[in-house]
């Protein structure tokens, strides 16, 4: 079966940075797009970053452009997320999710997305 195990998480100040992993296991990973959302208590779920199946499109929120950054090494079966100058607001539980094989990566609602990982907490202390 999928499984997507994130890691990376933790706790920094306001203006750092962390890189967030996402290890897949049971598909082929190239041929399937991927993402991560993240989720603050008391709010939905929304993607922050997701990627094509290659690489080479990738697509951000608003409140993250510019200082997110999300890449693959589909030699790894691994997707990343390096987030920098990190604001309070950014703290949330992370998410890794894969859309379905062959599907365009281009899906904002989570709905779209039927294997998810288990998460990993990111604080952002001021």
């Known amino acids: 079966q999928v499984q997507l195990v994130e890691s990376g998480g933790g706790l920094v100040q306001a203006g750092g940075s962390l890189r967030l992993s996402c290890a897949a296991s049971g598909l082929t990973f190239s041929d399937y797009p991927m993402a991560w959302f993240r989720q603050a208590p008391g709010k939905e779920r929304e993607r922050v970053a997701a990627i094509s199946r290659s690489g080479g499109n990738t697509y951000y929120a608003d409140s993250v452009k510019g200082r997110f950054a999300i890449s693959r090494d589909n030699a790894k079966n691994t997707v990343f997320l390096q987030m920098n100058s990190l604001k309070p607001e950014d703290t949330a539980v992370y998410f890794c999710?894969?859309?379905?094989?062959?599907?365009?990566?281009?899906?904002?609602?989570?709905?779209?997305?039927?294997?998810w990982g288990q998460g990993t907490q990111v604080t952002v202390s001021s």
């Open positions: 999710a894969s859309r379905g094989r062959f599907l365009r990566p281009d899906v904002p609602d989570s709905s779209g997305y039927p294997y």
